[in-house]
């Protein structure tokens, strides 16, 4: 049953949705009469209450992708599918301590305070003090945010890992990073980070992805991905099952790595074809590298790749 002070989304019977806050007193006029928020609170989710007309109106209950798209913004958009799939790649759960910066509009930081659970902790940096206070206000309207910690600070005087008030020395497991330049960061994401951590970027523009790629390939990092994700809809029709017209196509470019020291006895085992050695080679040039100085050092012919596989 729904509560005062709960979020509600009611709904007409010509499917526009309302969400709203149920507050005593504070009723609903619509076009089709007046909802009473008394009758509200004594309507089970997925029932119907009426207006004082007598027409219908279905009380449902938002879920976590509603809070997330209900949120007020003065900041790029992130749809619940770039979320979903970044909490998923950072591991994002009970007990574990994530970073994120900026904090924007807060809506990431809703979902990382809902999938972080009671013993989670998440430290949410924003230098623009408009977007930390808009970050604090969302996080609270949506309910959540008991595990959050808000900084206003610049992340150019790193993560705080020796700030008795933030890490206070207690490396993180995971950072997102949404920033503008987040190359010039990475050592401060390093110095705040478990080794082996996951590490998570946003850009909207092909330039700075690459730029941000040439940044990585000089640091400790491996398994890099470049992704977007595309959402298309389809008609639930049983008898004309078909796409819909409109889709949520690009949004942004995802970024992924993990921090891993490298090391020549590990490249050496790794044998290229002809196509990865003109890749490499050029990654080396690309360095200022010398292309014999890794890989191919050892005889790779004997390595067990067997083990390996499926």
Same mark, same amino acid.
């Given at each position: 049953?729904?509560?005062?002070?709960?979020?509600?989304?009611?709904?007409?019977?010509?499917?526009?949705?309302?969400?709203?806050?149920?507050?005593?007193?504070?009723?609903?006029?619509?076009?089709?009469?007046?909802?009473?928020?008394?009758?509200?609170?004594?309507?089970?989710?997925?029932?119907?209450?009426?207006?004082?007309?007598?027409?219908?109106?279905?009380?449902?209950?938002?879920?976590?992708?509603?809070?997330?798209?209900?949120?007020?913004?003065?900041?790029?958009?992130?749809?619940?599918?770039?979320?979903?799939?970044?909490?998923?790649?950072?591991?994002?759960?009970?007990?574990?301590?994530?970073? %994120? +910066?900026?904090?924007?509009?807060?809506? *990431?930081?809703?979902?990382?305070?809902?999938?972080? !659970?009671?013993?989670?902790? &998440? @430290?949410?940096? %924003? +230098?623009?003090?408009?977007?930390?206070? *808009?970050?604090?206000?969302?996080?609270?309207?949506? !309910?959540?945010?008991?595990? &959050? @910690?808000?900084?206003?600070?610049?992340?150019?005087?790193?993560?705080?890992?020796?700030?008795?008030?933030?890490?206070? !020395?207690?490396?993180?497991?995971?950072?997102?990073?949404?920033?503008?330049?987040?190359?010039?960061?990475?050592?401060?994401?390093?110095?705040?980070?478990?080794?082996?951590?996951?590490?998570?970027?946003?850009?909207?523009?092909?330039?700075?992805?690459?730029?941000?790629?040439?940044?990585?390939?000089?640091?400790?990092?491996?398994?890099?991905?470049?992704?977007?994700?595309?959402?298309?809809?389809?008609?639930?029709?049983?008898?004309?099952?078909?796409?819909?017209?409109?889709?949520?196509?690009?949004?942004?470019?995802?970024?992924?790595?993990?921090?891993?020291?490298?090391?020549?006895?590990?490249?050496?085992?790794?044998?290229?074809?002809?196509?990865?050695?003109?890749?490499?080679?050029?990654?080396?040039?690309?360095?200022?590298?010398?292309?014999?100085?890794?890989?191919?050092?050892?005889?790779?012919?004997?390595?067990?790749?067997?083990?390996?596989?499926?």
């Amino acid at each position: 049953m729904p509560q005062y002070g709960d979020l509600a989304y009611l709904t007409s019977v010509k499917g526009k949705k309302k969400l709203l806050r149920i507050k005593e007193n504070e009723d609903w006029q619509t076009q089709h009469g007046l909802v009473k928020m008394e009758d509200v609170v004594n309507t089970p989710y997925g029932s119907e209450v009426k207006s004082s007309l007598g027409v219908p109106f279905r009380v449902e209950r938002p879920e976590l992708f509603d809070l997330i798209m209900g949120i007020k913004r003065q900041t790029q958009i992130m749809y619940p599918k770039d979320m979903g799939y970044i909490c998923m790649k950072l591991g994002v759960g009970n007990g574990r301590t994530i970073l %994120e +910066a900026g904090s924007g509009s807060g809506g *990431l930081t809703i979902a990382l305070s809902w999938f972080s !659970g009671e013993k989670g902790t &998440v @430290h949410t940096f %924003e +230098a623009r003090e408009e977007f930390h206070k *808009l970050a604090k206000k969302n996080v609270a309207w949506a !309910g959540v945010g008991h595990n &959050v @910690h808000f900084h206003h600070r610049d992340i150019a005087e790193g993560f705080g890992i020796d700030d008795p008030e933030i890490l206070n !020395g207690k490396k993180a497991d995971a950072l997102f990073l949404d920033v503008r330049i987040p190359w010039d960061y990475l050592d401060h994401a390093l110095a705040a980070l478990v080794p082996g951590a996951p590490i998570a970027f946003l850009l909207p523009c092909v330039d700075q992805v690459s730029q941000l790629l040439l940044a990585l390939e000089k640091g400790p990092f491996e398994n890099t991905e470049v992704i977007e994700i595309l959402v298309r809809p389809w008609k639930p029709v049983p008898d004309r099952l078909r796409p819909a017209d409109r889709m949520c196509a690009h949004t942004c470019f995802l970024v992924f790595t993990k921090h891993q020291e490298k090391s020549q006895e590990w490249d050496s085992y790794i044998k290229l074809g002809t196509r990865e050695r003109k890749q490499h080679a050029a990654k080396m040039k690309r360095l200022g590298l010398d292309a014999d100085d890794s890989f191919g050092a050892q005889d790779a012919d004997n390595f067990e790749t067997e083990d390996f596989q499926d």
